[in-house]
T-cell receptor, first 113, second 116 residues
Framework: DGGITQSPKYLFRKEGQNVTLSCEQN?????MYWYRQDPGQGLRLIYY???????QKGDIAEGYSVSREKKESFPLTVTSAQKNPTAFYLC????????????FGDGTRLSIL | GNSVTQMEGPVTLSEEAFLTINCTYT??????LFWYVQYPGEGLQLLLK?????DKGSNKGFEATYRKETTSFHLEKGSVQVSDSAVYFC???????????????FGQGTILTVHP
């Protein structure tokens, strides 16, 4: 079955540590996205990529970094500069021809130790 | 910029009741509109979509009509079930071109609880 796989499901970070969240898709989608979800709020866009080797900052990119070396993979690193990283992180992908909906993974919940 | 406003929740209903969740939007151009559903501990699932004015999206008994004149996309279901309990998000997709093309703007989500 085609889909988006996020791992791990739960992740814990120590103070001053960088952590990387994995996102892999086998839908052959060109575009991929990372969102952050906090309780009682909608999703906020962190970074997005419309094509391999290119990505753009979203609305809340500070303290995060990404890479897009392969079409199917879009890992997100939460750096120590992100002072409030506890949240639910969602990865999505979509086609880029026309009005394509985004499809989401099951998320990674990041907590601080 | 683009924005989406959903009715505040939580919404609590009895089984078989009628559901309406209001959604209004602000956008330039002609966005696509979506409703997503999120069950506890999971990601978002696409529930329905509409890509132009007067389109009606429907799925699993849920419906929403793209109303350009009122900039609205209200979600409705005639008879809810306990299994419909979830968080519902209204979202707008920017189709205006440039680097914003394809980006989604979400409402804050509405928690729906259906009791037997």
């Amino acid at each position: 079955d085609g889909g988006i796989t996020q791992s791990p499901k739960y992740l814990f970070r120590k103070e001053g540590q960088n952590v990387t969240l994995s996102c892999e898709q086998n839908l052959n989608h060109d575009a991929m996205y990372w969102y952050r979800q906090d309780p009682g709020q909608g999703l906020r866009l962190i970074y997005y990529s419309q094509i391999v080797n290119d990505f753009q900052k979203g609305d809340i990119a500070e303290g995060y970094s990404v890479s897009r070396e392969k079409k199917e993979s879009f890992p997100l690193t939460v750096t120590s500069a992100q002072k409030n990283p506890t949240a639910f992180y969602l990865c999505a992908s979509s086609g880029t021809g026309g009005k394509q909906p985004q499809h989401f993974g099951d998320g990674t919940r990041l907590s601080i130790l | 910029g683009n924005s989406v406003t959903q009715m505040e929740g939580p919404v609590t209903l009895s089984e078989e009741a009628f559901l309406t969740i209001n959604c209004t939007y602000t956008a330039t151009g002609y966005p696509s509109l979506f409703w997503y559903v999120q069950y506890p501990g999971e990601g978002l699932q696409l529930l329905l979509k509409a890509t132009k004015a007067d389109d009606k999206g429907s799925n699993k008994g849920f419906e929403a009509t793209y109303r350009k004149e009122t900039t609205s996309f209200h979600l409705e279901k005639g008879s809810v079930q306990v299994s419909d309990s979830a968080v519902y998000f209204c979202a707008l997709q920017d189709n205006a071109g440039g680097t914003s093309y394809g980006k989604l703007t979400f409402g804050q989500g509405t928690i729906l609880t259906v009791h037997p």
